[in-house]
């Protein structure tokens, strides 16, 4: 499998007592979902934030597509992030309250008028037809293109962020505890989707939760973060094998598989 996203010795602190992140390396294969399970305040966030471009790293390499992505700057900045687009825990948060869904879902495009993604050619001279597309291949009807975040169920909300994550077409799509604020009935419609959506567009996914069931649920490999450090990564198919790290089986033992 061909390397998309190499992460080489990263390391983050936020202040002297900080210390987000130790010298954390792992890769995402292209089409490669990489599950990332840790305890809340293990470092997950901060890492989905290093490979956003959000923050930068102290030390350590961050290698996207062939290119070193922590060392960009401006336009090819600009440029580079339009291949990482991430859905975050809180729909809410996330969605402008003021824009109807139809503009919230295109947003990433007007930010890039010169990408058009080939799945939405077809109707790339209109912006509502673009963003009808987009809410359909979420499992979201036309109804909904002109109605605000607040008139939305929490589930519809997250499908939204995620049509918009979508929008263009990126190669990586880092979901943050993408059902953590969800009702239980509801989470595993959302997994179900982002499953989907892989197959569908053949994104690589970093999957980041502190839950192991909805990790293991559509991870190929699934790395354990805990203070910082990267303590355990395997297969799926190895989560119960004698050689995982105590911390990894604590995880286990913790959720409902
Ligand atoms: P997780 O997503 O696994 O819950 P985070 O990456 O959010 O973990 O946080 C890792 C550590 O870094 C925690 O100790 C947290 O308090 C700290 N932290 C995160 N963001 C900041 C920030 N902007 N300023 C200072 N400390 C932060
Ligand atoms: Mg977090």
């Known amino acids: 499998m061909k390397t998309l996203l190499e992460v080489k010795q990263i390391s983050k602190s936020y202040s002297a007592d900080v210390k987000a992140l130790t010298d954390i390396s792992f890769t995402v294969g292209e089409g490669e979902c990489l599950g990332l399970v840790g305890e809340s305040g293990s470092g997950?966030?901060?890492?989905?934030?290093?490979?956003?471009?959000?923050?930068?790293?102290?030390?350590?390499?961050?290698?996207?597509?062939?290119?070193?992505?922590?060392?960009?700057?401006?336009?090819?900045?600009?440029?580079a992030r339009k291949h990482v687009q991430v859905v975050f825990q809180?729909?809410?948060?996330?969605?402008?309250?003021?824009?109807?869904i139809w503009k919230a879902v295109i947003e990433p495009l007007e930010n890039y008028p010169d990408v058009t993604p080939a799945f939405l050619s077809e109707v790339r001279n209109s912006k509502r037809e673009m963003a009808a597309v987009l809410l359909d291949r979420v499992g979201l009807g036309q109804e909904l293109l002109d109605r605000y975040p607040h008139q939305l169920s929490g589930g519809q909300r997250q499908r939204v962020a995620i049509a918009r994550g979508l929008s263009?077409?990126?190669?990586?799509?880092?979901?943050?505890?993408?059902?953590?604020?969800?009702?239980?009935?509801?989470?595993?419609?959302?997994?179900?989707?982002?499953?989907?959506?892989?197959?569908?567009?053949?994104?690589s996914y970093l999957l980041i939760s502190h839950d192991m069931a909805s990790v293991r649920f559509m991870s190929d490999r699934i790395a354990?973060?805990?203070?910082?450090?990267?303590?355990?990564?395997?297969?799926?198919?190895?989560?119960?094998?004698?050689?995982?790290q105590v911390y990894t089986r604590q995880m286990v033992e913790a959720a409902v598989l």
């Open 44 to 79: 997950k966030s901060t890492l989905a934030k290093l490979i956003l471009g959000l923050e930068r790293p102290d030390r350590g390499e961050i290698i996207l597509n062939g290119v070193h992505f922590h060392t960009l700057k401006g336009r090819s900045l600009r440029d």
């Open 90 to 100: 809180d729909p809410t948060a996330s969605l402008n309250p003021r824009l109807p």
């Open 168 to 203: 263009l077409q990126p190669k990586l799509l880092i979901c943050d505890e993408p059902t953590s604020s969800l009702d239980v009935s509801i989470q595993a419609q959302i997994l179900n989707l982002l499953k989907e959506l892989r197959n569908e567009f053949n994104m």
């Open 224 to 244: 354990v973060l805990k203070n910082g450090n990267l303590v355990d990564l395997f297969t799926s198919e190895e989560l119960f094998s004698s050689e995982r």
